[in-house]
């Protein structure tokens, strides 16, 4: 049984599942798909080819699918898409694509926290946290399990590897590899995401390894492309060292890897 305040507007077309929630002065446009429990609490606006999937909260003053901030987009009909059982928080912006991939996609048990933004054709992972006021551009992509701190910034075109950490108000410029902790303006590597990690379940194998591999290649003296080489046949058995070998490597790069900095204190603890 659905709940719809009389207030909302639904427009003719619009896809509501059963269960839903639909609370006062929301706004559900025409091409706009809600599923199984999803819950619109107030004044939430909802557009575009926009997809809620099965259990989606969004809070006041939210709004998904609006057009993307690009000059080059002339109303074509792109998507957006929230996974199952993400939270939207207070004041959230989410565009839908533009042209080119035309396709913004939050992933599942998301938390998007107060007046964070996910620019146009953005790819964000599954159980990825926004602090508030974070801001994507149009086209970062973003692993899953990523957290980015309050007030971060993340230029457009930039990836974030899965299990990273940004630390609040960073600038971020260039990618992060997986596993890595980011912080300051600009940006700089810093070492590993050990907490994060450890509340994961990663093993001190792992992380040892992590940590030797990350030395190497952002530490270390020496010319960058010889150190890939040395980590592929030093590494040539570690899946989680050869995934970071391969984000380095990968053909989607469009940023430089982000400069490393001063390491923390985690950084230099036996694992």
């Known amino acids: 049984m659905n709940q719809i305040h009389p207030s909302a507007i639904i427009a003719p077309g619009a896809r509501i599942a059963a269960g839903v929630t639909i609370g006062p002065f929301c706004t559900v446009g025409a091409d706009a798909e809600l599923r199984e429990g999803v819950t619109l609490i107030s004044h939430v606006a909802i557009e575009g080819h926009t997809i809620l999937h099965e259990g989606v909260q969004v809070s006041p003053y939210a709004s998904v699918g609006l057009p993307p901030q690009d000059l080059k987009y002339k109303g074509e009909p792109t998507r957006c898409e929230i996974g199952p059982r993400s939270l939207l928080r207070e004041h959230v912006t989410v565009h839908r694509g533009s042209v080119g991939r035309g396709h913004t996609m939050v992933g599942a ?3 998007l926290m107060a007046c964070s933004h996910v620019g146009h054709d953005c790819q964000v992972g599954d159980r990825v946290i926004m602090a508030n006021n974070v801001m994507l551009g149009g086209h970062v992509q973003v692993g899953e399990q990523v957290f980015i701190g309050g007030g971060a910034a993340i230029h457009q075109m930039v990836r974030i590897g899965r299990h990273a950490m940004v630390g609040g108000m960073s600038g971020v410029t260039n990618d992060i590899p ?28 792992n992380l040892a390894a992590l940590r030797l591999a990350f030395r190497l290649l952002f530490r ?17 058995d570690d899946v989680l060292v050869q995934e970071v070998l391969a984000f380095i490597a990968s053909p989607e790069r469009k940023r430089e890897m982000c400069r490393p900095g001063r390491m923390t204190a985690d950084d230099d603890d036996d694992a």
Not at 179 to 202: E, Q, T
């Open 109 to 111: 048990d998301c938390m």
């Open 178 to 205: 997986p596993f890595g902790n980011v912080f300051g303006v600009p940006a700089r590597l810093v070492g590993l995401n050990v907490i994060g990690l450890r509340r994961r379940g990663f093993s001190k194998d």
């Open 220 to 236: 270390d003296s020496g010319i960058f492309a010889e150190k890939l080489e040395v980590a592929r046949q030093r590494y040539v």
